[in-house]
């Protein structure tokens, strides 16, 4: 089953007109290491100083899985990051917090280490996706 109606319409239309790929899996997903990075740039952008207080803190970001890579996009602070699959080394779930439902899923390829932060569906969605798209 797909969690890809729980992505926003905003990050499948900001995909397609950056890429023009379909999508074949997504969900909601938190990547803290680069969601610092994004509202910093998305404040400056914006003429905030101070991104927390300036309530730009509620950026929402989806992961998103079609036939040539795994994105991350922040639709509101018009940011994608691009992962082509055959620079994935490894997508693996790493942990399980019970009492939020959340599970992290490391990604690691070239010098990019981290875990997304996702629901125990979408983790396994992209884990699935991994597996059949990953070059062999």
């Known amino acids: ?10 990050s499948l239309a900001y995909l397609a007109a950056t890429y023009g790929e379909s ?15 994004i509202l910093d740039e998305y404040a400056a952008a914006v003429g ?15 992961w998103v899985a079609t036939a040539q890579a795994m994105y991350y996009i922040t639709p509101r602070a018009r940011h994608l990051d691009r992962y082509q699959w055959s620079e994935i080394e490894e997508i693996s779930i790493v942990r399980q917090r019970l009492a939020k439902a959340l599970v992290g ?28 798209l990953r070059p062999t």
């Open 23 to 37: 999508p074949l899996g997504g969900g909601v997903a938190r990547i803290k290491v680069r969601d610092k990075v």
């Open 105 to 132: 899923v490391r990604l690691i390829g070239g010098l990019d280490r981290f875990e997304i932060e996702t629901g125990r569906s979408s983790s396994e969605e992209l884990v699935r996706i991994w597996a059949t």
């Open 48 to 62: 905030i100083r101070n991104a927390a207080k300036g309530g730009v803190n509620l950026l929402e970001s989806d």
């Open 1 to 10: 089953m797909s969690n890809l109606g729980l992505v926003k319409p905003a």
